[in-house]
């Protein structure tokens, strides 16, 4: 096991990249972008950088140099011929090669796409610009690079046994929480904690963690590089990112109203069992299976991403209902803001209802809160968004309207369009 503590005191970068693989990502990432390398490979789309937490103002605490430099080597990785034989080769999801020859061939020669970096009020302002494919592989390493930076920024003038202590605290402090989850029955839960984690090595050993103090409770990892390297499965499905780009490249309202079945039919054609998870909040969540062909129904389960999650369930379990589905057999994913008092609280509510799983984010991966002065490494709210599709923006509503994005005029189009009406406001913590 790597000695964290002596790795971040001994640091070099050369030695210990953030990011330090082109699957050093979340799994959906790459099942996405085989998905769109299919169907939509010359739409142009500019992601950028968002912190919703202005409080921490990164341009303040973090090198311009030191993140470029982090950025600069990202676009020199390529796949290894290990990981190409991995991505090829393996059974994910019951299915062998799922990702197609043709895509491998062009994955195997991607180098990321340049970015554009400025700086403004204390933040950065970090975008990525090109085809669609390439430049949405870019979110999860930006995101994990000024993560890091962050924490390396707070870490830096510690000494040997000061952070010996730290890491020791936050040992016992996850090691915790696993005990907690132990006595749930049937728990299933994996790590869904790249974007927003401490570092590389603290993720990686959050995965050890979770493997020795869960057994086959712990169902694997949404990071590529560690599922690889651990022998566990590689977990994930589909994002908002997804219905955000059809959406703005629909023509008039009711293409915007279709805009996101057709991510789904799209994806109905590709994949099959546990990968048919319907995300349906992007827009509001009741109006979305309102409006849900039958179909849709027929698919494994729902993730739960924002609004309050019990409700969340609850709606989709009378859904089922509604369509002549059987809930007690469908799949419910959890995956906003999770920890384990909500893990443990939404267990007891849905188990035996529905097939219940976890996708447990930041607070496994990064939380050190009250482990150092001042709260410094505390998480917060850091995204990199699909902002632009082909000049147009994107809008999301969500079902919380605190993580609603894209310009004011076109929100208030897309709440009409998909009748939103009033939402609950529910703090965005990580």
Not at 315 to 338: C, H, M, N, Q, Y
Not at 357 to 384: E, K, M
Request: with cysteine; net charge negative; charged share 30%.
């Amino acid at each position: 096991m790597v000695d964290i503590a002596t790795r971040v005191y001994n640091h070099k970068w050369k030695i210990d990249p953030i990011v330090r693989s082109l699957i050093d990502t979340d799994f959906y990432k790459v099942l996405m972008c085989q998905s769109i390398f299919r169907n939509k490979p010359d739409t142009d789309v500019t992601f950028s950088l968002i912190n919703r937490t202005k409080s921490v103002r990164l341009a303040e605490l973090i090198d311009e140099g030191e993140l470029r430099e982090q950025l600069d080597h990202i676009r020199s990785l390529s796949l290894s011929r290990g990981e190409s034989t991995w991505m090829r080769g393996n059974t994910f999801y019951g299915k062998r090669q799922m990702f197609t020859p043709e895509f491998m061939d062009w994955f195997e020669a991607l180098r990321l796409p340049p970015y554009e970096l400025e700086t403004r009020d204390g933040q950065y302002e970090l975008t990525f610009e090109g085809k669609w494919p390439e430049v949405m592989l870019w979110e999860i390493p930006a995101l994990a690079v000024l993560m890091e930076l962050r924490s390396r920024r707070v870490l830096r003038d510690m000494g040997r046994f000061e952070l010996q202590v730290l890491y020791a605290r936050a040992m016992t402090k996850l090691w915790e929480k696993v005990e907690a989850l132990r006595g749930l029955d049937g728990l299933r839960i994996a790590d869904f904690g790249t974007r927003r984690r401490h570092s590389f090595l603290w993720q990686d050993w959050c995965v050890q963690a979770m493997q020795e103090g869960l057994g086959d409770s712990f169902t694997g990892t949404s990071n590529c590089l560690i599922a690889l390297r651990s022998e566990v499965e590689a977990i994930g499905t589909n994002a908002h990112e997804l219905p955000m780009v059809y959406a703005a490249l629909a023509d008039g309202d009711d293409a915007l109203r279709q805009a996101p079945y057709d991510v789904l039919a799209d994806w109905h054609e590709e994949h099959d069992g546990n990968l048919r998870i319907i995300l349906p909040d992007t827009y509001g969540t009741a109006g979305f299976l309102e409006r849900a062909p039958d179909w849709l129904a027929g698919w494994t389960g729902i993730r739960i991403d924002s609004g309050d999650p019990a409700e969340g369930a609850e709606t989709a379990i009378r859904w089922w209902r509604e369509r002549g589905e059987d809930p007690a057999e469908k799949l419910v994913i959890f995956s906003d803001g999770l920890d384990v008092d909500k893990i443990r609280e939404l267990h007891r509510q849905f188990s035996g209802r529905v097939r219940v799983s976890f996708g447990w984010g930041t607070l496994l991966t990064n939380d050190f809160r009250g482990l150092v002065p001042g709260d410094a490494l505390a998480p917060f709210s850091l995204v990199c968004k699909a902002v632009a599709a082909n000049g147009r923006p994107t809008v999301k509503l969500s079902d919380n309207p605190r993580k609603a994005m894209g310009p004011a005029e076109e929100v208030a189009r897309y709440k009409r369009v998909f009748g939103v009406g009033t939402q609950e406001i529910r703090e965005v913590v990580v």
